[in-house]
């Protein structure tokens, strides 16, 4: 063997190496089917989280501060996994080196604050649509842009609805069409038919842009979303010929929901980009009174109307459809699943004491501002390793100021130890808040 061929092997398993190191976290479109068979066998309870849109406000921008505060968020949550709706770089105008560091920011973001919870992505108009940026996105994110996964009792199917805009016919925009990307037998249209026939106990859709546009709701010139109702319809009456219990949609940046038949469509485009509407609408929403809870009524005084104005859409809001930036916790449950919106801040992790790898002890604060009872499955401790392990208890304070353990039922739980290096080792405990409430989880070296 050639010095110089042998060089450019070690180089290439190297790169191989580190490039699979790399990404552990992000879970690419070509191998989530095995993965999710591996992490998810006889999974039958689980959770996960649904986030997208946290493009900056325009190219050659910041990336928003609220998509971290999310990301730290996700990380003490710390759910199975988390599926991205897309559109994390802007992406228009980028060349494809531009769009690489862009979608690299984001990945390395995203690892500082959750690199030990999957993560899946579908791709945004904004990843892959313009030029050749597609170049970019699929040796971070799978060859396959349209693909599926079973995990556990659940069937996940990932739709593409913004195809790069040179595969495209003439007059198609977003929308559901029969296009394969070359990593299939069947292109999509055809695909999607097929896995659809996947049996499990819960169904979810995953894609960019929703079915149920709350800005451009009868189509129009300048649909924001599908091109055509034609083509929506093609792929939502498939859907409600399905079990389908979910499609999770972002592209729009506002949070909104309808539901038809048994179905939820969610559009969950307040991931940090810019919010398209007024926070709340009009006013006199849910007055209490059937049978038209949904009354909506407008003042120019209030909330600008509740107008939404932007290149594709001037219209009222329609109710529900709020501008708040937010993420969505999923928990399947055996036959149940729910759906909880959450806004950044929701909890917080404070720590008190140690966590810096010396102190025997640490202590944080974990403080859950939601109204209901929440598991927190990733604070993390940095302690000196310890041979004897580690011993972990809860305390709280209540309303008169005193101080007692946290009940036996409740304690928190050590769930993971990394060994860092010989001197020290992340704890990562799991604890379960009261609403309203803080608890003070304490770590100790044995
Ligand atoms: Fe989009």
């Given at each position: 063997m050639k010095r110089s061929?042998k ?5 290439s398993i190297?790169?191989?190496f580190?490039?699979t ?7 690419k479109s070509?191998?989530a089917a095995?993965?999710?068979k591996?992490?998810g066998a006889?999974?039958?309870s ?8 946290n493009?900056?406000t ?5 990336m928003p ?11 003490y949550i710390?759910?199975?996994f ?10 228009y105008?980028d060349?494809v080196e531009?769009?690489?560091e862009e979608?690299l920011?984001?990945i390395?973001?995203?690892y ?10 579908v791709?945004?108009?904004h ?6 940026i597609?170049?970019?996105?699929r040796?971070?994110f799978g060859?396959?842009l349209?693909?599926?996964f079973?995990?556990?009792n659940?069937?996940?199917i990932m739709v593409?609805?913004n ?10 925009k977003y929308?559901?069409?029969?296009i394969n ?5 069947l292109?999509m249209?055809d695909?999607f ?7 499990a ?7 960019h ?5 709350a800005l451009?709701p ?5 649909p924001?979303s599908f ?8 792929e939502l009456?498939?859907?409600m ?7 999770f ?8 929901v309808e539901?038809?038949?048994e179905?939820?469509?969610f559009?969950?485009?307040?991931g940090?980009a810019p ?6 609408g009009?006013y006199?929403?849910?007055t209490?009174?059937?049978p038209?809870?949904a ?5 120019p005084a209030y909330?600008n109307g509740g107008?939404?104005?932007?290149y594709?859409?001037d219209l009222?809001l329609?109710?529900?459809a709020?501008s708040?930036f937010s993420y ?7 036959d149940?699943?729910s759906?909880e919106?959450?806004i950044?801040?929701n909890?917080?992790v404070t720590y ?13 604060t974990v403080?859950?501002r939601t109204?209901?009872?929440r598991?927190?499955?990733?604070i993390?401790f940095?302690?000196?390793?310890s041979?004897?392990?580690?011993e ?8 008169a100021r005193k ?5 036996e039922d409740k304690?928190?739980k050590i769930?993971e130890?990394?060994?860092?290096n ?11 808040v009261?609403?309203?409430f803080?608890?003070?989880?304490h770590?100790?070296?044995k």
């Amino acid at each position: 063997m050639k010095r110089s061929f042998k060089i450019l092997l070690v180089l290439s398993i190297l790169v191989l190496f580190v490039s699979t190191w790399a990404f552990a976290g992000i879970v690419k479109s070509d191998v989530a089917a095995q993965w999710a068979k591996n992490e998810g066998a006889g999974k039958t309870s689980f959770t996960f989280i649904v986030f997208g849109d946290n493009r900056p406000t325009s190219p050659a921008r910041p990336m928003p501060e609220v998509v971290k505060v999310m990301m730290r968020e996700i990380g003490y949550i710390h759910p199975d996994f988390v599926i991205n709706t897309g559109d994390m770089i802007i992406g228009y105008t980028d060349t494809v080196e531009q769009a690489r560091e862009e979608l690299l920011g984001f990945i390395d973001e995203y690892y500082k604050y959750a690199e030990d919870v999957p993560m899946l992505v579908v791709a945004g108009n904004h990843e892959i649509r313009p030029g050749d940026i597609v170049d970019a996105y699929r040796p971070l994110f799978g060859k396959k842009l349209y693909y599926d996964f079973t995990y556990g009792n659940s069937h996940f199917i990932m739709v593409n609805t913004n195809f790069p805009g040179k595969w495209l016919e003439k007059g198609q925009k977003y929308g559901f069409y029969n296009i394969n990307d070359g990593e299939h037998k069947l292109a999509m249209a055809d695909w999607f038919k097929e896995v659809l026939k996947v049996k499990a106990d819960h169904t979810f859709v995953v894609q960019h842009v929703p079915l149920f546009s709350a800005l451009s709701p009868n189509f129009g010139k300048h649909p924001k979303s599908f091109k055509t109702k034609e083509n929506r319809d093609e792929e939502l009456n498939l859907i409600m010929g399905a079990d389908v219990d979910a499609v999770f949609s972002g592209h729009e940046h506002i949070v909104y929901v309808e539901k038809h038949g048994e179905t939820f469509f969610f559009t969950l485009g307040g991931g940090g980009a810019p919010l398209y509407g007024t926070t709340t609408g009009g006013y006199n929403i849910n007055t209490g009174e059937g049978p038209d809870y949904a009354k909506l009524t407008y003042d120019p005084a209030y909330e600008n109307g509740g107008r939404a104005k932007g290149y594709h859409y001037d219209l009222h809001l329609p109710a529900g459809a709020l501008s708040i930036f937010s993420y969505m916790l999923v928990t399947v449950n055996g036959d149940k699943v729910s759906y909880e919106l959450l806004i950044p801040h929701n909890m917080e992790v404070t720590y008190v004491k140690g966590n810096d790898g010396i102190a025997n002890e640490a202590v944080a604060t974990v403080a859950n501002r939601t109204p209901f009872e929440r598991t927190y499955k990733g604070i993390k401790f940095l302690m000196p390793y310890s041979e004897s392990g580690y011993e972990v208890y809860g305390t709280q304070i209540d309303w008169a100021r005193k101080e007692s353990q946290v009940s036996e039922d409740k304690a928190p739980k050590i769930l993971e130890v990394k060994k860092i290096n010989d001197y020290q080792a992340v704890v990562r405990v799991a604890v379960t808040v009261p609403g309203a409430f803080s608890i003070d989880v304490h770590v100790k070296a044995k």
